[in-house]
């Protein structure tokens, strides 16, 4: 999954488990987490040639993440964002979320050549039902349109720990700013919306759930 208005085998890697397009395996070497790394992409799966533009302005933006704690990559297509929570927080449990079992099968083949063993590459219903979360991070798939975005938005946010955060790129033409009032009107009073960063036609979303000390309890 992903938002950044690419076209390239669009639709099929956001709504489908098992890809009809050619696997077409190919490696590449990307910069993450300040290292270069060598990676395996295919075909059906959201940008395979290369780090796509969104999801290199969020992790250029984005703070360094929690070193212990579950983090997650809410659509992770074949993991640089995984990739680069696993590589800065060895210490914590990264879980790599997405429909499309090629793109998963893609996440554990990157996380073992890196040696990240905290790497949980699965489909959605497979995370625990009591898993909560210190940080999410996601280039989330717009094109799935408004209400199937916000069901999956609603769904993920509420499981941040009180005090976690979540950080999201959305293009600015693709409706950043309506999805940030939406984010602030849907938790209003149990977490805090507001834009970090701006580049290159992107926004950077924080959404940060209160604490007790807030007067109010986690987002759920």
């Not at 799966?45 to 983090?71: K, Y």
């Not at 036609?201 to 000390?213: H, Q, S």
Request: hydrophobic share 40%.
């Amino acid at each position: 999954m992903a938002g950044d208005g690419t076209t390239h085998d669009e639709g099929e890697h956001y709504f489908t488990a098992r890809p009809a397009s050619p696997d077409e395996r190919r490696t590449l070497v990307v910069h993450l987490a300040g290292r270069d790394v060598e990676v395996e992409t295919a075909g059906g799966v959201f940008s395979p040639d290369h780090v796509d533009h969104a999801t290199r302005i969020l992790l250029d933006h984005v703070p360094e993440p929690p070193t212990a704690g579950d983090l997650l990559d809410l659509g992770c297509g074949w993991g640089p964002i995984t990739l680069d929570l696993a590589l800065r927080s060895p210490d914590a449990r990264v879980w790599a979320v997405d429909v499309n079992e090629r793109a998963l099968d893609l996440v554990r083949r990157n996380a073992e050549r890196a040696g990240a063993t905290h790497v949980r590459a699965v489909a959605p219903d497979d995370v625990p039902a009591d898993v909560r979360f210190t940080a999410i991070w996601s280039n989330p798939p717009i094109r799935v349109g408004k209400p199937a975005l916000h069901a999956l938005l609603a769904h993920w946010l509420p499981r941040l720990v009180p005090g976690g955060a979540a950080h999201l790129v959305v293009g600015k033409n693709l409706g950043a700013d309506s999805l940030q009032r939406w984010l602030a009107d849907e938790l209003a009073g149990r977490a805090d919306v507001e834009r970090v960063a701006t580049a290159k036609g992107f926004r950077v979303l924080r959404v940060t759930a209160r604490t007790p000390a807030d007067g109010v309890g986690a987002p759920g």
